[in-house]
């Protein structure tokens, strides 16, 4: 069966970095658009970046994460990955890795496969 495994996620201090990475595993990865998702306390989940299928040559980002983050992907080593810089408080959430078949979407509900999730927590 299909998984996505997330890991890297933890504490930081604002103003920090952290590298997220996504492993997925019974599925054709560089047929899938592959995106970051988050999700804070009592908000609902939101996009964050997503990188196109094959060789992932299209990325795009949320307006409040443009110029920090950075999403990329590895398809020999069935892996996504969220370069997190200049963190800020209000990125603070559980970040999830999705996959959707074919095209990139910013559609929580579009995407075809989850992540489990993993929790980011930047302190002020």
């Known amino acids: 069966q299909v998984q996505l495994v997330e890991s890297g996620g933890g504490l930081v201090q604002a103003g920090g970095s952290l590298r997220l990475s996504c492993v997925a595993s019974a599925l054709s990865f560089s047929s899938y658009g592959m995106g970051w998702l988050r999700q804070a306390p009592g908000k609902e989940c939101e996009f964050v970046a997503a990188?196109?299928?094959?060789?992932?040559?299209?990325?795009h980002y949320a307006d409040s994460v443009k110029g920090r983050f950075t999403i990329s992907r590895d398809n020999a080593k069935n892996t996504v990955f969220l370069q997190m810089n200049s963190l800020k408080p209000e990125d603070s959430g559980v970040y999830y890795c999705?996959?959707?078949?074919?095209?990139?979407?910013?559609?929580?509900?579009?995407?075809?496969?989850w992540g489990q999730g993993i929790q980011v927590t930047v302190s002020s």
């Open positions: 999705a996959g959707r078949y074919g095209a990139w979407t910013a559609q929580p509900t579009a995407f075809d496969y």
């Open positions: 990188i196109s299928w094959g060789s992932g040559g299209n990325t």
